[in-house]
C-alpha cells in the first residue's frame, strides 16, 4: 500500500506510534453514570426530580434495589438491597420498576459520545466504560480536557451527570471516578498515585470482598497504606498468588490493557415470575418470549447460534441449566423455542418455578448467508419472512409493539 | 474370590466394558462389576441405554463377583509391571486386591448383590456376518448419523434385514447413506428397528479387519451383539424411522465420475480459504468435460482448479458444504465415485463404480440466499 505524507494520520507525526509493550505513559478514562437508572427516571419523568426514586420494583416485591437517587441514599437506601429494607428505610420513596430498554438505548448513545475520542473503548457495564486515549492527546487535547469536554456533551446531550477519572491505568482510573461523585472528574498522577491511594480503606482495590478484606483486617492492614508498606513476599505466602496481583494493584501499578468489548460468546434472557408457578403452560409461555427476544438480539447482531441452553431454577433456589446442540446454525425465534421446549418438558419435576432462561451459544457471524439444504425440512424462507416483519414493526412501533399469541403478559 | 488373569486380557476387558461409565450419560452409572467363574473373568457395566459385558480366560481358583467404581480398575491394571495380575478378594469383604509383579493395589468396591441385572432377550431373529464386512457396513453409514436432538429417531441407525439381505441407513436430512450386504441366515425373521448411535459406534469400534462372525439378536425392545468375548446389548430407539427411498431421486440431469482422493484433495484445497460465514462453501462447476472446483473469502484468499473429467449431461454449477460432500466421496471404499446430479438445489446421489448396487449416499447442495 502507498503512503502519502499529506494522507498519514495526524497522531503518527510525533513518532509515538510504538507498540503498547514499549510506548509512553499511557492515560485512561474511566466513565461512571451517576445514579444512572435514577437519574434517567428523572430526566423523564420531570415529577420525579428532587425526590428519592428507587428502581428496581414495588415495595412489596421481591427483588433488590438496582440504583436509586441521591436524594434516596440519604435515607440510607443503597444498590443491591432488598426492596422490603428499601420501604422500611425510606417509606416515601418513589418506587420504579425500571425500564430496561431505555437505559440501553442511553447507554449506547453514551458508548456514541466517547468512542468519538478513542477506538480503545471497553464497556464494563451498561452505566461504566474505559477510554485508552494515550494516542488521542495530539488530536484532542490533554486528556482532562478529553474527560471534561465528555462530561460536557453527555449532559448536554443525554441531560445525565457522569463522574470521571483519569489516570495512568484502569485501577486508577475507576478508583479516581469514585472519589468525587456526583459529578466529578478526578485526575490521578503517576507520581502521586502511591501517595493518594494510601488512605483509601483496603476495599477499593480490585478483587478485595468482604472475605478478604476480613482476612487482611485481621492482620492489621486497614488501608491501602498498610499494604504498601507490606513485604510483597509475606502477602503472596498469606494470600497466595492473589497476593503478590494486590500488592501491585495498592501501589498503584496495572498493567491491563483496555480492551474493545469481545466477541459476543452467547446471547441470553431471563425472567423471574412474579409468583413461582408449576403450571407448564405459563411456564411455556414465557418460554416462547423468551426465545423470541434472543431470536430478536441474534438478528440484530447478525449472529447465529447452534447451542441452545435453558436455565430452570425452582422456589427453592435450585437451579439446572441444560443444554442441546441444533443441526444448523439458526436465529429464528421459533428454532429456539421448540429447542427450550424439549429441554423443558425433558427436564421439568413439577415443583414451582421461580426462574427461567433461554440462551443461544456457539455464535457464528452470518457472513456469506448460504443455506445448507434439507431433504425434510421446508427452507426456513417463510419463518425467515414472518421475523424480518416483526422485526421491522418493532423497529417502527417498539419492541412490545407485537408479540406471538401464546404469550401472555 | 481368587483369581489370575493376563494383564493385557484385563486391560482390553476393563477399557471394553468401561465405555458406558462415561459421565456423558445422563444415567448414573452403576460402575463395573467384576464376576470370576468357571475358568473366566467377567467384566459387564451397564447404563441406561446400553451394557457392555466382556469375558476374559482366567484362572480361577475361587469364584466371587464386586462392583468397583468408574474406571479404576482400567487405570490401576494399565499401570502394572508384570504380565499376569492376580485378584483376590478376602472372604467378606469388599476390597479387590491386585497383585503383579512386585505391586499390590486395594481397591474399595461395593457388593455386587444390587447391580442391575442385564436385559433379557427375547430373541425375535439371529443373524451373523463376519466382523471386517460389518465394519465396512458401519463405515459407510455412521457417518450420516444424525445429532440433532430434536429429531431423535435419526440419531439413530436403521438395521433391516429380509431374507438374505442385511441393510443399514442413516440419515440427517443433509446427507443420507444407505448400504446392503448379502447374509447367510437360514430361517432368520425379518427385522426392522433402530439402533441407538452410540451403541452403533461402540461396535464400531470393536470391529477388527477379519473373518470371525458377529453375532446379532434382536429382541422386541433390545439388539444383542456378540463379537468375540464382548457382548454389547443395547435398547432400541422408538419410533418410525422415515423410508429414504421415498427421497431417491429417479431422474438425474448431470453424472460426473472421479477418482475419490482426487476430490477429496481438491475440497481440502478448497477448505484451507473457505472459512467465512456458517458454512465452509466449494463450488463445483460442470462444463465441457471439465469440473472447476473453487472456494473464496473475503478474509483469506480463493482456491481454484479445473481439470478434465468424465461426465455426461448438462452444465452443472452448485455448491456444497465441504464437510458433508467431503464425508459423502469418502465413503467411498472401493472404486471411482459416480456423483449423479438432479439440479442445483436438488439433491446429489453418490454411488461406487465397482458396487453400484450395494451402496449409495445422498448429499443435499447449499443455496445462496
Known amino acids: 500500500m502507498r503512503r502519502d505524507k499529506i494522507s498519514r494520520p495526524l497522531c503518527c507525526e510525533k513518532q509515538n506510534f510504538t507498540s503498547p509493550l514499549l510506548s509512553a505513559p499511557r492515560v485512561i478514562i474511566h466513565l461512571d453514570m451517576d445514579a444512572f437508572f435514577a437519574a434517567v427516571e428523572q430526566l423523564d419523568f420531570p415529577e420525579l426530580r428532587g425526590k428519592p426514586v428507587i428502581v428496581g420494583g414495588a415495595p412489596n416485591e421481591r427483588g433488590v434495589v438496582s440504583t436509586c437517587s441521591y436524594e434516596a441514599r440519604k435515607f440510607g437506601v443503597r444498590s443491591a438491597m432488598s426492596l422490603t429494607e428499601a420501604y422500611r428505610r425510606c417509606p416515601q420513596g418513589i418506587f420504579v420498576r425500571g425500564r430496561g430498554a431505555r437505559y440501553r438505548t442511553i447507554s449506547e448513545q453514551l458508548l456514541d459520545i466517547m468512542a468519538a475520542y478513542s477506538p480503545l473503548l471497553e464497556p464494563v457495564s451498561i452505566d461504566e466504560a474505559f477510554l485508552d486515549v494515550t494516542q488521542s492527546q495530539n488530536l484532542f487535547g490533554e486528556a482532562p480536557v478529553i474527560a471534561r469536554t465528555i462530561q460536557a456533551r453527555v449532559k448536554s446531550e443525554l441531560g445525565l451527570s457522569c463522574s470521571l477519572g483519569v489516570a495512568p491505568n484502569k485501577f486508577l482510573a475507576k478508583l479516581a471516578s469514585d472519589l468525587k461523585k456526583p459529578g466529578g472528574l478526578v485526575i490521578i498522577e503517576r507520581d502521586t498515585a502511591r501517595a493518594t491511594i494510601a488512605p483509601l480503606p483496603i476495599e477499593r482495590i480490585w478483587g478485595v470482598g468482604p472475605k478478604t478484606a476480613e482476612q487482611l483486617r485481621r492482620q492489621g492492614l486497614m488501608t491501602i497504606g498498610d499494604i504498601q508498606n507490606c513485604d510483597p513476599a509475606l502477602l503472596a505466602r498469606r494470600l497466595g498468588v492473589h497476593g503478590h496481583d494486590l500488592y501491585r494493584l495498592a501501589c498503584g501499578e496495572d498493567d491491563r490493557p483496555v480492551a474493545n468489548r469481545e466477541d459476543t460468546k452467547s446471547v441470553g434472557h431471563e425472567h423471574t415470575f412474579d409468583i413461582d408457578t408449576a403450571e407448564l403452560e405459563a411456564v411455556k409461555s414465557t418460554l416462547l418470549s423468551l426465545a423470541a427476544k434472543v431470536g430478536r438480539r441474534l438478528r440484530k447482531k447478525k449472529l447465529r447460534g447452534k447451542v441452545v441452553q435453558l436455565k430452570l431454577r425452582y422456589l427453592d433456589f435450585t437451579t439446572y441449566t441444560r443444554q442441546c446442540a441444533l443441526n444448523a446454525h439458526t436465529d429464528l425465534d421459533h428454532d429456539i423455542y421448540r429447542a427450550a421446549v424439549k429441554l423443558l418438558c425433558d427436564h421439568f419435576d413439577g415443583r414451582p418455578v421461580r426462574l427461567i432462561g433461554v440462551s443461544m451459544s456457539q455464535l457464528c457471524g452470518l457472513g456469506e448467508a448460504a443455506a445448507q439444504l434439507s431433504l425434510f425440512d421446508a427452507p426456513p424462507e417463510k419463518a425467515q419472512k414472518l421475523a424480518r416483519v416483526m422485526d421491522a414493526i418493532k423497529e417502527k412501533h417498539g419492541e412490545k409493539s407485537i408479540t406471538y399469541a401464546k404469550v401472555k403478559e | ?369
Request: aromatic content about 6%; some cysteine; glycine content about 8%.
Open chain 2, 1 to 369: 474370590m481368587r483369581a489370575t488373569a493376563n494383564r493385557d486380557d484385563l486391560i482390553f476387558a476393563a477399557g471394553a466394558a468401561g465405555r458406558t461409565l462415561t459421565s456423558k450419560t445422563s444415567s448414573t452409572p452403576q460402575g463395573l462389576r467384576l464376576t470370576a467363574e468357571d475358568g473366566s473373568l467377567c467384566l459387564t457395566s451397564i447404563d441406561n441405554e446400553m451394557a457392555i459385558t466382556c469375558r476374559i480366560p482366567a484362572q480361577v481358583i475361587e469364584p466371587g463377583a464386586l462392583v468397583l467404581p468408574s474406571k479404576l480398575l482400567a487405570e490401576a491394571v494399565r499401570r502394572f509391571p508384570g504380565l499376569d495380575v492376580d485378584l483376590e478378594i478376602l472372604e467378606g469383604r469388599y476390597t479387590l486386591t491386585l497383585r503383579s509383579g512386585f505391586s499390590e493395589l486395594d481397591l474399595l468396591g461395593m457388593p455386587a448383590t444390587n447391580f442391575s441385572e442385564l436385559p433379557e432377550i427375547d430373541s425375535l431373529s439371529t443373524i451373523s456376518i463376519p466382523e471386517q464386512a460389518l465394519r465396512s457396513m458401519l463405515r459407510q453409514t455412521s457417518f450420516a448419523l444424525s445429532s440433532d436432538d430434536m429429531r431423535p429417531i435419526l440419531t439413530g441407525m436403521l438395521w433391516s434385514y429380509s431374507p438374505g439381505k442385511l441393510r443399514l441407513v442413516a440419515a440427517d436430512g443433509f446427507k443420507v447413506a444407505s448400504r446392503t450386504e448379502n447374509v447367510d441366515a437360514a430361517g432368520a425373521q425379518p427385522f426392522r428397528v433402530v439402533v441407538p448411535g452410540r451403541t452403533v459406534h461402540e461396535i464400531e469400534r470393536l470391529l477388527g479387519d477379519n473373518d470371525n462372525m458377529v453375532e446379532i439378536a434382536i429382541g422386541r425392545n433390545h439388539i444383542l451383539f456378540q463379537v468375540q468375548d464382548t457382548v454389547i446389548i443395547s435398547r432400541l430407539l422408538e419410533g418410525n424411522y422415515i423410508d429414504v427411498d421415498r427421497f431417491l431421486p429417479t431422474t438425474f440431469v448431470t453424472y460426473l465420475t472421479v477418482k475419490p482422493k482426487a476430490l477429496i484433495d481438491a475440497l481440502e484445497r478448497s477448505a484451507v480459504v473457505a472459512k467465512d460465514g456458517l458454512i465452509a462453501t466449494v463450488r463445483l462447476h460442470l462444463r465441457d468435460g471439465r469440473l472447476v472446483v473453487r472456494a473464496q473469502s473475503a478474509e483469506y484468499g480463493k482456491h481454484f482448479e479445473e481439470w478434465p473429467v468424465e461426465m455426461r449431461g448438462e452444465e452443472m454449477d452448485i455448491l456444497f458444504n465441504i464437510r458433508v460432500l467431503g464425508e459423502i466421496v469418502k465413503s467411498i471404499d472401493e472404486g471411482d465415485i459416480e456423483l449423479s446430479f438432479t439440479g442445483q438445489h436438488g439433491p446429489c446421489i453418490g454411488r461406487s463404480t465397482t458396487h453400484p448396487d450395494n451402496y449409495w449416499s445422498l448429499v443435499m447442495p447449499v443455496r445462496l440466499s
